[in-house]
């Protein structure tokens, strides 16, 4: 089956920096890759995802590119503000979607 | 649309006793899941339901039961709680197409075992 690997597992950042989040699959056959993020007390929520036919996907200040031939995905976020702080959970997918263990993000006024 | 709807929110067990997760989904998808989330861990799978009338176990089924009850209602049930279970619990679903399968979860129930 597939597994994802994600690093790092915790990064903090000042504010207005920019933040990256990576992570590596292992299942040639996996095409959809979502990013979640996940507030204190609450469920993870879809920011963004990117399909095995697209390298890169922006979304005002997040992105993420995939390189299918090295097997790895990243989750960019610039100008970072304090409610970007959360944990991020990137997944991998070719029917169930396995998820990585997740990166705390702390981003400091 | 309250997307995806699960109760209770918080719960204490003592060990040996049962309860059961209700989950329900209000977007018409066909798969349902079942998570825990634990420090350092991420999310597991613990069950999933890919339609109606169908469930398959994930990475960590044992202690746990499930039932499809519906197409919007997939619930989980500790037949005897261990701590061992002490965890945030996730329901999700999702809708499956060609090009992936997006998943949307509830807001969690938080499950204490003394």
């Known amino acids: 089956g597939e597994n994802v690997e994600q690093h790092p597992s915790t990064l903090s950042v000042q504010e207005g920096d920019s933040a990256v989040i990576k992570c590596t699959y292992s299942?040639?056959?996996?095409?959809?890759f979502p990013w979640y993020k996940q507030e204190l007390g609450k469920g993870p929520q879809l920011i963004i995802d990117?399909?095995?036919?697209?390298g890169e996907k922006k979304d005002q200040r997040i992105a993420v590119t995939l390189n299918k031939t090295a097997k790895h995905f990243s989750l960019h976020i610039t100008e970072t503000q304090p409610e970007d702080s959360a944990v991020y959970f990137c997944g991998g997918s070719n029917y169930k979607l396995t998820f990585g263990k997740g990166t705390l993000l702390t981003v400091n006024p | 649309n309250a997307g995806v709807t699960q109760t209770p929110k918080f719960q204490v067990l003592k060990t040996g006793q049962s309860m059961t997760l209700q989950c329900a989904q209000d977007m018409n998808h066909n798969s349902m899941y079942w998570y825990r989330q634990d420090p350092g861990m991420g999310l597991r799978l613990i069950y999933y339901?890919?339609?109606?009338?169908?469930?398959d176990k994930g990475e960590v089924p044992n202690g746990y039961n499930v039932s499809r009850l519906n197409k919007r209602e997939f619930s989980l049930r500790l037949e005897s709680a261990a701590p061992s279970q002490t965890s945030v619990y996730f329901c999700?679903?999702?809708?499956?197409?060609?090009?992936?399968?997006?998943?949307?979860f509830g807001e969690g129930s938080w499950l204490t075992v003394v």
């Open positions: 990117i399909r095995s036919n697209v």
């Open positions: 999700a679903s999702s809708y499956f197409d060609r090009s992936g399968n997006t998943i949307y």
């Open positions: 339901s890919a339609s109606e009338g169908t469930t």
């Open positions: 299942d040639s056959a996996s095409n959809y």
